[in-house]
């Protein structure tokens, strides 16, 4: 097409000008796509570690510490409810101390592990030992190093609940859950060894997971009308204070990435109403030999065009160059990168597609200024 | 009427500003197709702001200017624009080419504008007119890359491209020396005779001017002289 031609060739007229904006377009949008792509890893990392390895949603008793009945039909029920359900695990715990001087509070829960391995992930965060087969247990590597226990030791504990004499258990396996608080007072064992243990065989809880995490507020509130009598709680109403801090960075990853396309603008909008005062000429010549104004204007916008697109292109390597670069060089001890960053396509495309829109706004003042310009002026002065 | 390339009828010129300026005081003029005529007068009597408002490039404060029999104040800037494109060739003091482009494609560019693309037919005349103005060796030159005198003939050529009824050269020697002036006006007669292209040329020339069919003369904003030299 004759115009866009027209404006190729006054880009490529002054070379060192084109590719300057071209670079800063490009430089605009690679920090889009860099900033975007690293707070998007942040957050995921944030979530999958606060959410990751616990439960999205649990039911248990409606009174304060009561038992719910090991009912598989209600099993299989809650996990018929939805297609967003990924498991339903059954648990039993319930508080003990370590029989020692300091009397160490810990929480000895009891799994069925086919399904609590979907949850916590056992079975990969064993550091050492074996999966509990039949009454033995697994702790936290932290409760492991306060009592100094190893792999085939024995572990006194007093169970409150069935009286004051301690039990003998013995540790298989040490776990590391990646959370302190976890790895300093669980003790895991199967879900028949804690009900012999508690000498009951009712579960304190259902621990569901679901795929989308942030669906969770909607299907509990769904699981309490159909069914009624249970206590059902979900993860975020317990946390409102990392839900508001992610939304804070959402919010001002946004204003960043707003802020580098006004500057892009301005750049745009600056370098080619500069390209309408040199064009000037040109663009008299142009018209007297019988360029509309509107197509005169047109010439700009595909200017504008042309920029954005180079540009988005340019900045689209270079973000993923840096993404890339960050995620390679950017590692901890153990050669893991220190955040995991998130190369996300959509976001990519988007921040191409803005780019290439603000710089077809960016140049609409300099298209209308082209449109008004008067041949006459022109010819006039030479 | 129909045979008029031209038609003027009491063309005001006054420039604004503080002190209003009047530069044209109502021009009678009529100029028949297929006519050669030379527009002389000394400088600032208002000969290019006369040639500037025929080719519809600037508008007259009042009067009116039909190009073959089409009155172009009833015309809007697009519609002035295609009458320009399609019916009247520029031909400035200056070449004012477009220095992004080369030889070739500057002459083409009129009928780019008018066509969107290049026809076959059309680089066929292109090619024809470049032999005609004696540009073979560097039609694929940038515009910036020729001899001045060169870059005049390129605008003659890109005058052309189109066909045009009317061709409007103001001074189109003026930056030539007397040889190449002399080459570049057997040239628009030829032109003239061949494609019975309608001339208003301005000039400073004596010999020029007396080259032309009709003179004639702008003095203080008026037509001082109006003259056939045969
Ligand atoms: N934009 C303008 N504002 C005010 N006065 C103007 C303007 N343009 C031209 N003039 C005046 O109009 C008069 C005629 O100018 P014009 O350019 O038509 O003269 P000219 O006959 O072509 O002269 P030259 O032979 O030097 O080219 C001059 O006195 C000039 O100063
Ligand atoms: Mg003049």
Known sequence: MFLLRLAARFLFSSKLQTALIMIGIGVGVSVQIFIGSLIEGLQEDLIDSTVGSRAHITISSEERGGLLEDDPSFKGDVEAFDDEIKVVSPVLEGPGNIDNDESDPVIVRGFDFDEANVIYDFEDRLVEGAMPDNDGFIIGNALADMLGVAVGDSISVVIPQVGFTPIDVDVVGIFDLGNRTLNESWMVTSLSTAQALFENDGLSAYEIQVIDVFASVELRDAMREQFPGYRIDEWQSENEDLLAGLEGQSISSLMIQIFVMISVVLGIASVLAISVLQKSRQLGILKAMGITDRKASLIFLFQGMILGIFGAVIGISLGITLVYAFSTFAVDASGDPVVRVLINPAFIAISAAVAILASLVASIIPARRSARLNVIEVIRNG | MA?????????????????????????????????????????????????????????????????????????DKSALAKLRNETIGFIFQHHYLLPEFTVLENILMPHRIKAGKV???????????????????????????????????????????????????????????????????????????????????????????????????????????DFYTK
């Open chain 2, 3 to 75: 045979d008029y390339a031209l038609e003027l009828k009491g063309i005001e010129k006054t420039y604004g500003g503080a002190v209003p300026t009047k530069v044209l005081h109502g021009i009678d003029l009529v100029i028949p197709r297929h006519s050669f005529n030379a527009i002389i007068g000394q400088s600032g009597s208002g000969k290019s702001t006369l040639l500037n408002i025929i080719g519809t490039l600037d508008v007259p404060t009042s009067g009116e200017v039909s190009i073959l029999s089409r009155p172009t104040h009833e015309m």
């Open chain 2, 119 to 225: 026809s076959g037919s059309a680089l066929k005349y292109a090619n024809e007119l470049i032999g005609f103005v004696g540009l073979e060796h560097v039609k694929n030159n940038l515009a910036t890359d020729i001899s001045g005198g060169q870059q005049q003939r390129t605008a003659i050529a890109r005058a052309l491209i189109n066909r045009p009824e009317i061709i409007l050269a103001d001074e189109p020697t003026g930056s030539l020396d007397s040889a190449t002036t002399d080459k570049v006006y057997a040239l628009l007669k030829k032109i003239n005779e061949q494609y019975k292209t309608t001339f208003i040329v301005i000039t400073h020339d004596q010999n020029v001017a007396e080259k032309a069919e009709r003179i004639i003369e702008l003095k203080d904003g008026r037509i001082h002289l």
